[in-house]
């Protein structure tokens, strides 16, 4: 089955520096890879996905880079802000099509400095 | 929409209780998910819904646990009886079109068996 390892568990970044978390699995027949923000007291919340027929995708601050050779994938926030802090978990399907299943990686707790 | 509605918020128990947790989705999303949240095994996935069927509860931690969606609008997770090791915090998310697309989380129940 799927496995996926978050690193790093925890990150401290001075506001307006960037921050990078980095995600692998280990299934290669995985094609779908989310990004889920979870504050404090809330639920997860989805900032970003990438495809695997796709190799980066931006919305405004964040982007996530897939390298499906290596089976790694990344979060990129940039100009972070404090309102950013938050547990990040990135997450890969069990299996391809079909699957409904997510394993999700153990999150990053950001603090954003300011 | 208001979003996935779950409650209580919290509830306290103590072992041996019945405990039951309910869910709203989001009208017209055909996934219903539970999951559990806690420090040592992170987000795990206890079983999902498509269209009120459970489809895959292998998640299910012992027969103790039990899950029911007799309507598109309403899912209960009822774990009898309830142990302290069953302490964590429980989710719901509902999903349009399946666990490839996103996952609307709801705020979540924060369980304590005593």
């Known amino acids: 089955g799927e496995n996926v390892e978050q690193h790093p568990s925890t990150l401290s970044v001075q506001e307006g520096d960037s921050a990078v978390i980095k995600c692998t699995y280990s299934?290669?027949?995985?094609?779908?890879f989310p990004w889920y923000k979870q504050e404090l007291g809330k639920g997860p919340q989805l900032i970003i996905d990438?495809?695997?027929?796709?190799g980066e995708k931006k919305d405004q601050r964040i982007a996530v880079t897939l390298n499906k050779t290596a089976k790694h994938f990344s979060l990129h926030i940039t100009e972070t802000q404090p309102e950013d802090s938050a547990v990040y978990f990135c997450?890969?399907?069990?299996?391809?099509?079909?699957?409904?299943?997510?394993?999700f990686g153990t999150g990053t707790r950001l603090k954003v400095l300011a | 929409d208001a979003g996935v509605i779950q409650s209580p918020r919290h509830e306290v128990t103590e072992m041996g209780q019945e405990v039951t947790l309910r869910c709203k989705p989001i009208?017209?999303?055909?996934?219903l998910f539970w999951y559990r949240q806690t420090m040592m095994r992170g987000l795990e996935l206890l079983i999902y819904?498509?269209?009120?069927?459970?489809?895959?509860d292998s998640g299910m931690p012992e027969d103790r646990f039990s899950a029911k969606m007799p309507n598109a609008s309403f899912s209960t997770l009822k774990i009898q009886p309830s142990e302290p090791r069953d302490s964590a915090v429980y989710f719901c998310?509902?999903?349009?079109?399946?666990?490839?697309?996103?996952?609307?989380f709801g705020s979540g129940t924060q369980l304590s068996v005593l």
């Open positions: 998310a509902s999903s349009p079109g399946g666990g490839k697309e996103k996952l609307f």
């Open positions: 299934d290669s027949a995985s094609n779908y």
């Open positions: 990438i495809r695997s027929n796709v």
């Open positions: 997450a890969a399907p069990q299996g391809a099509s079909g699957t409904y299943k997510y394993i």
């Open positions: 009208s017209g999303h055909d996934y």
């Open positions: 819904f498509n269209n009120n069927v459970p489809i895959d």
